[in-house]
């Protein structure tokens, strides 16, 4: 084995003769090439090695060297025990551009003993990774570097990101012939940048809102995107409301140590008032959302609007006031007014109606000669007040419409009935008394309600009046008696009345009145004449039914 050897020493010796006289005949500067990399590597290890030539623009080609993949100018080497020396012999050979050739070789020492550490090479701040050791181990002669945030479990540990930087992870490990090995692993530390921004979303034109932002990692600066109406101050901004729309208001935070932002935005609805409609309110009542129309640009802002004032009262029937929408409760928020009607319902005026009613009762009694005996008054009693109605102010009216019947006296006289000719030279029955009485009600409701644009009227009733006839029998001659005598005779005439919509209906009816006497007389103390005769006025009957407009209680 050490003639081996030594007969290797001496071919590469020999080799490198060789080259030294090609460099010295007077071409070396149009060809030249280094090799570089690790000078030791372990069984298994990965290492990388890098040529430079020159003049550049040429080509690279490696040595035939068990485990070396060629990348161009680069190459990987993976550790193995050669069979006949403890080192690794690699060789770069470069071509120039106009065909010159140059080479370099490296000798790299391999050890037995093998370790790789691997896992992740970032973390954030406290994220958990894992890191796993591979190779050969046996035994439990190994041990990790003590590290903030490193918990060991054998050939693996687990590493929190404790604070930003690099954080050094080694592992060392001696196998059974007393060869040490070891791996560092490098996990970068990283403090994520983040940035919130929080606040209202909606303003109206003229108020404002406060948006405050919030980074991490402490200690940041922060920068506003400038739009109108935003006034930055360090993790907080003004927004006032200008003009109508959607609005996107963005900051960017720079953690401290870094030169790398992160952004948040935050979209503001700004809206204002276009409209406000208000119809009528009652006295001493507070206006309520749905006594109003609201409309906002854009629309769907209306549950935001401040209305004033909201409660109104006055001292007559009706009085106008204003009604004012605002945008928020800024002294420069936007706004819109109108009238309102403040209606006082509990003031009510009379009001007078003129209403006839026909009285049918004296064409009947002017048969018997007491045409004028009635008489049928008309009253009323209507109050008048104004209410709210949906499309504003409207009239209310509500009230009675009476018939009273009265009688000009108790007692009349008419022509009596004429008797039969064999006793009307003894008697005579030319005058009776009629008495007159009267009795019913007559009462009709109306109303009038400008809400609905309906009037309504109900009601009625029946008047009567009752006809009696009564006397006694005259002598003619006094010498005779009149033993018994009867005179008799009745009535009833009436009006009926019913209200139909916006009718009066009048009706009536007489049962007919027949005047009857009876009697016996004694002429001469001898004689005895009995009678009995009779008269009819009226007959039994009517006069048409009657229908009679009810006047209107609408105002027109």
Known sequence: MYRLRINFILMLLLSMIIIGSLSSNGCTWECNVTLDGPDSIEVGQLITLSALGAPEGGSYSWSNTPNLVPYGATAVLRGFNPQYSEHIWV???????????????????????????????????????????????????????????????????????????????????????????????????????????????????????????CGNPPGGRYIWKEIPGLVPSIDSALFFGKSPGNTTIEVSYIPPGSDEPCTAIHDVTVFGVDLIEASCVKSGSTVSREDLIIFTTPAGFEDLVTVRPLTFSTLFQTEEATITAYSGTSMDSDEKSTTITVVNSDLKNSIGLSFEIPNYFNQVLSTIGLGDKTELSVGSSFKKWKECCNFGVGSLVSGEITGNLSIGAESFTIIGIPLPSRVKKWVSADLLNVSLSGEGSMAIDGSYNACEDKTQWSGGGNLTVAVKLGGELKLILSHVIIIKQEIKGCTSISENFTAELTKLNVSNNWSGLTGMIAGTIEIYRRTFISFKTKKTYFEKGNILPVTISLPSLKEE
Do not use: M
């Open 91 to 213: 060789t770069v050979t470069y071509t120039s551009p106009k065909g010159k050739k140059c080479s370099d070789t490296k000798e790299i020492w391999v050890c037995d003993c093998h370790i790789e550490i691997n896992g992740p090479t970032d973390v954030k701040v406290g994220d958990t990774i894992t890191l796993i050791v591979t190779g050969e181990i046996l035994g439990e002669n190994y041990e990790w570097s003590v590290v903030p945030g490193l918990v060991p479990n054998g050939s693996t540990a687990r590493f929190t990101g404790q604070t930003p930087g690099d954080a050094d992870i080694q592992f060392t490990y001696t196998n059974p012939d007393g060869k040490t090995c070891y791996d560092i692993h490098t996990i970068t530390v990283k403090q994520e940048c983040s940035v919130t921004l929080s606040g209202p979303s909606v303003v109206g034109i003229g108020n404002d809102i406060t948006l405050t932002a």
